[in-house]
T-cell receptor
Framework: NAGVTQTPKFQVLKTGQSMTLQCAQDMNHEYMSWYRQDPGMGLRLIHYSVGAGITDQGEVPNGYNVSRSTTEDFPLRLLSAAPSQTSVYFC??????????????FGSGTRLTVV | AQSVAQPEDQVNVAEGNPLTVKCTYSVSGNPYLFWYVQYPNRGLQFLLKYITGDNLVKGSYGFEAEFNKSQTSFHLKKPSALVSDSALYFCAVRGAVGSGNTGKLIFGQGTTLQVKP
């Protein structure tokens, strides 16, 4: 089925470790983004991209890197994991240049625990 | 700048009763408005959207929402709640790029809906 695929679904890291959360979409969406969801804080935007080779920071970018080498993929890298990065991470995508009348399509999330 | 407010952290309703989850927004120009639902340990699912046209929008699972431009509101409603409607609901707004809008979807903090049997 077409959609947004996130891997892994669960991950436990030790403080200081690095890892990459994967996100792929097969809908030819220009726009991709990463959110983190924490209790009582809703969804906070980490990084986003409006096309291959174009990325920008969102609301809470510190400690995270992204790149967009293809339209399909938008990996999120944690450089040196900290307990404050324990969260549920969602990737979302949508059309951008075609118009903004569509909402986002979300992945199923990655639950990350940093110990 | 775009913003969304969901004034209630939690809404409690008895099964069979009507429900309303409130949302107000701020955006320059004409808004694109959305409701999403999140069931426990799941991703966000699209419920409905308002782009233009009729102020009453119908969506999935019997939900509807009423767009009110003068009150800048987009409340989610359902005539008869089900226990299975219990979930976390997010309102979101997207404005056209420019005039202070980023084109990104901005989410409210979320409202937990509890439907009791």
């Amino acid at each position: 089925n077409a959609g947004v695929t996130q891997t892994p679904k669960f991950q436990v890291l030790k403080t200081g470790q690095s890892m990459t959360l994967q996100c792929a979409q097969d809908m030819n969406h220009e726009y991709m983004s990463w959110y983190r969801q924490d209790p009582g804080m809703g969804l906070r935007l980490i990084h986003y991209s409006v096309g291959a080779g174009i990325t920008d920071q969102g609301e809470v970018p510190n400690g995270y890197n992204v790149s967009r080498s293809t339209t399909e993929d938008f990996p999120l890298r944690l450089l040196s994991a900290a307990p404050s990065q324990t969260s549920v991470y969602f990737c979302a995508s949508s059309y951008w240049y075609r118009g903004l009348g569509d909402g986002y399509t979300f992945g199923s999330g990655t639950r990350l625990t940093v110990v | 700048a775009q913003s969304v407010a969901q004034p209630e952290d939690q809404v409690n309703v008895a099964e069979g009763n009507p429900l309303t989850v409130k949302c107000t927004y701020s955006v320059s120009g004409n808004p694109y408005l959305f409701w999403y639902v999140q069931y426990p340990n799941r991703g966000l699912q699209f419920l409905l959207k308002y782009i233009t046209g009729d102020n009453l929008v119908k969506g999935s699972y019997g939900f509807e929402a009423e767009f009110n431009k003068s009150q800048t509101s987009f409340h989610l409603k359902k005539p008869s709640a089900l226990v299975s409607d219990s979930a976390l609901y997010f309102c979101a707004v997207r404005g056209a790029v420019g005039s202070g809008n980023t084109g990104k979807l901005i989410f409210g903090q979320g409202t937990t809906l509890q439907v009791k049997p």
